[in-house]
């Protein structure tokens, strides 16, 4: 029996959350009709997730400037979670040396700090999982309102290469879209571990850090393949407002230059 008809006998599906929780009280609902209840009804499905311990939330630049429930991750019923203070990641990641090589925010650095508390945050929920071993992984921000069923998708990848990663087919900005992917074991763990390629991105291209880039570079690097959807999720602010998002999907001749892209890093 091949290795491809033992995951589709009892595959198992991990779905990691990362970051801060934020909006999960509004953007629950769509997380469970959406992307748990259709991961459990295709294989064994657990939660992950790793959260910073947030109080307060103070961003200019989405006019967000209130208190955070800091036990809001537990709407999630996860069956493993880890807790952080933010902020001590930055030193870990040097980020004053990352932020030495440009802002690509232009907001003196807020957002690449959070761009580096993201990655940090990813990394670990990614570890978490991979010491399950699972099939397929679901890694997923909590502060999304996800608009369509994950079904289809999944099921490519219970059947589909470890080192196949599925990620949305809009908003590439140069790059690809790291809003959220859905991955082989293989793929998953290039992608969730991309905060230890920061330096090489930087003495490669000389900075700054643009998340949706920097994606595109960690996974050529590895040589994943890489596939679109159509799936859409829209950020969902502390106060339950969505943010109207551009889906547009990328050109044809974006996804023909990441192509030969892939094989030039």
Same mark, same amino acid.
């Given at each position: 029996?091949?290795?491809?008809?033992? *995951?589709?006998?009892?595959?198992? @599906?991990?779905?990691? !959350?990362? &970051?801060?929780?934020?909006?999960?009280?509004?953007?629950?609902?769509?997380?469970?009709?959406?992307?748990?209840?259709?991961?459990?009804?295709?294989?064994? +499905?657990?939660?992950?997730?790793?959260?910073?311990?947030?109080?307060? @939330?103070?961003?200019?630049?989405?006019?967000?400037?209130?208190?955070?429930?800091?036990?809001?991750?537990?709407? %999630?019923?996860?069956?493993? $979670?880890?807790?952080? *203070?933010?902020?001590?990641?930055?030193?870990?990641?040097?980020?004053?040396?990352?932020?030495?090589?440009?802002?690509? !925010?232009?907001?003196? &650095? *807020?957002?690449?700090?959070?761009?580096?508390?993201? %990655?940090?945050?990813?990394?670990?929920?990614?570890?978490?999982?991979?010491?399950?071993?699972?099939? $397929?992984?679901?890694?997923?921000?909590?502060? %999304?309102?996800?608009?369509?069923?994950?079904?289809?998708?999944?099921?490519?990848? $219970?059947?589909?290469?470890?080192?196949?990663? +599925? @990620?949305?087919?809009?908003?590439?900005?140069?790059?690809?879209?790291?809003?959220?992917?859905?991955? &082989?074991?293989?793929?998953?763990?290039?992608?969730?571990?991309?905060?230890? %390629?920061?330096?090489?991105?930087?003495? *490669?291209?000389?900075?700054?850090?643009?998340?949706e880039r920097f994606l595109r570079f960690n996974l050529h690097k590895a040589r994943i393949s890489v596939k679109a959807c159509s799936l859409r999720a829209s950020r969902t602010r502390v106060n339950g407002k969505i943010i109207e998002e551009n889906f547009k999907p990328a050109s044809l001749g974006k996804h023909?230059?990441?192509?030969?892209?892939?094989?030039? $890093?």
């Open positions: 029996m091949t290795e491809n008809s033992n *995951k589709a006998l009892r595959p198992r @599906i991990a779905i990691g !959350f990362f &970051g801060i929780t934020r909006s999960l009280k509004w953007t629950l609902p769509s997380i469970q009709k959406n992307i748990i209840a259709p991961a459990r009804e295709l294989g064994e +499905t657990r939660l992950f997730a790793h959260f910073f311990q947030q109080e307060h @939330i103070n961003n200019p630049r989405t006019g967000e400037n209130q208190s955070l429930d800091t036990n809001e991750y537990q709407l %999630l019923e996860c069956d493993e $979670v880890e807790l952080e *203070k933010p902020g001590n990641c930055l030193a870990r990641a040097n980020y004053d040396w990352i932020l030495s090589h440009g802002d690509a !925010f232009h907001d003196e &650095g *807020k957002s690449l700090a959070n761009l580096i508390h993201q %990655l940090h945050s990813l990394q670990h929920v990614g570890r978490m999982i991979d010491a399950w071993q699972p099939d $397929v992984m679901l890694l997923v921000r909590p502060d %999304l309102t996800y608009h369509d069923n994950f079904a289809k998708v999944i099921a490519k990848h $219970v059947v589909s290469s470890s080192t196949k990663l +599925t @990620i949305p087919d809009w908003q590439w900005y140069g790059g690809y879209n790291d809003r959220f992917a859905v991955c &082989g074991r293989d793929a998953g763990r290039i992608y969730s571990n991309r905060i230890e %390629l920061i330096s090489d991105y930087l003495n *490669k291209t000389g900075g700054p850090l643009p998340a023909l230059k990441r192509a030969l892209l892939k094989y030039f $890093v």
